[in-house]
């Protein structure tokens, strides 16, 4: 995902919750790739690559609720969405098509998605 256009960067950041960085997604969700947020949370990001690569490696499905537990003391939690999809991107990992219900509380229980190895 690449930046938005100037105009259009300028009208997202006055929107409450907005990404101050990015502006593509409302703050308590996870960064775009190219959101400055991520790219200076390198530590952070390794710690989440190592995470995935257990699961990738067990070849068992996984979601969020399996992530989280694991990265408690991560600085930027916004980072974990964002490997994720790094992840996927790359073709490491796929959606499965299950659902399950988020155990955070943040999220009050909707549906996120089950992933695997590719």
Known sequence: MTAPPPK???YLRTRPGRCQDCCWH???????????????SGGDAAMVDRVLDAFIERRVPFS???IRPRLRHIGNRNVIGARVRAAKQAG??????D????TDPGTHGHEIKVWCAA
């Open 8 to 10: 259009l960067a300028a």
């Open 26 to 40: 409302i703050a308590t969700q996870g960064h775009a790739l190219d959101c400055p947020q991520v790219q200076a």
């Open 64 to 66: 969020m609720n399996d």
């Open 92 to 97: 490491r990992i796929r959606e499965t098509g």
């Open 99 to 102: 659902r399950v219900a988020s």
